[in-house]
């Protein structure tokens, strides 16, 4: 079967770094998307990986190796509005999205 | 621009009755997706239309349905209501068919209550 797994729930302060896990186990791959979302809204788009290594924008980095099945999503100078839960999702050999179960990130000051 | 809309926002209904459940994705989008999100399950797929065809589906049973007009609207229909379809239901527009990379924008979302 497929599964992206990614860890339930997350706590960090105010100011720091934090490393979000996913990893993958899906039938083919064509793209790791990662989203946020605040609680009580919509999804929003973060960031794209299909080729393996690390893409950055602005404090939000995205790390993708298709060998491991796993990428992270690393936010930097952490602030109050991070606080929400951040998916991670894969794109199969049908080109359909799988999605993990999201982390909730909470920021403490 | 405008985004996507999802109409109604709350929706309560009882075990066995039908819902009807729609979408108006972003001018020029002609791609919708439907998930179903519940706490600690994650975003589902239920389908994706692409002009007025459905293009893929994901896991649910036939109770769950769909259409897509010619202006590109969307709407999702779930019929004998089950207390387990209790949930978000997200309607997500893109360029075109998700046969590629395209950003996904995602609608405010029908909360479903079952009871």
């Known amino acids: 079967g497929q599964n992206i797994d990614q860890p339930t729930e997350m706590t960090a302060t105010e100011g720091a770094i934090v490393q979000i896990n996913c990893t993958y186990q899906t039938s083919g791959f064509n793209g790791l998307f990662w989203y946020q979302q605040h609680a009580g809204e919509a999804p929003t788009f973060l960031s794209y990986?299909?080729l393996d290594g690390l893409e950055e924008k602005g404090r939000f980095s995205s790390f993708l190796s298709r060998s491991k099945g796993y990428s992270y999503l690393l936010l930097k100078e952490l602030q109050m509005k991070d606080s929400a839960s951040y998916l991670c999702?894969?794109?199969?050999?049908?080109?359909?999205?799988?999605w993990g179960a999201g982390t909730k990130l909470i920021i403490k000051p | 621009k405008a985004g996507v809309t999802q109409t109604p926002r709350y929706l309560i209904k009882t075990r066995g009755q039908q819902v009807t459940l729609s979408c108006s994705p972003i001018s020029g989008h002609r791609s919708v997706s439907w998930y179903q999100q519940t706490p600690g399950q994650g975003l589902q797929f239920l389908f994706e239309?692409?002009?007025?065809?459905?293009?893929n589906k994901g896991n649910f049973p036939g109770r769950f349905s769909g259409r897509q007009f010619s202006n590109s609207r969307s709407e999702m229909n779930v019929s004998t209501l089950e207390l387990g379809d209790s949930a978000l239901y997200l309607c997500?527009?893109?360029?075109?068919?998700?046969?590629?990379?395209?950003?996904?924008?995602f609608g405010p979302g029908t909360r479903l209550t079952v009871l």
């Open positions: 999702a894969v794109m199969d050999s049908n080109y359909q999205l799988i």
């Open positions: 239309y692409f002009s007025e065809t459905q293009r």
């Open positions: 997500a527009s893109s360029l075109s068919s998700v046969y590629s990379y395209n950003e996904q924008f």
């Open positions: 990986n299909v």
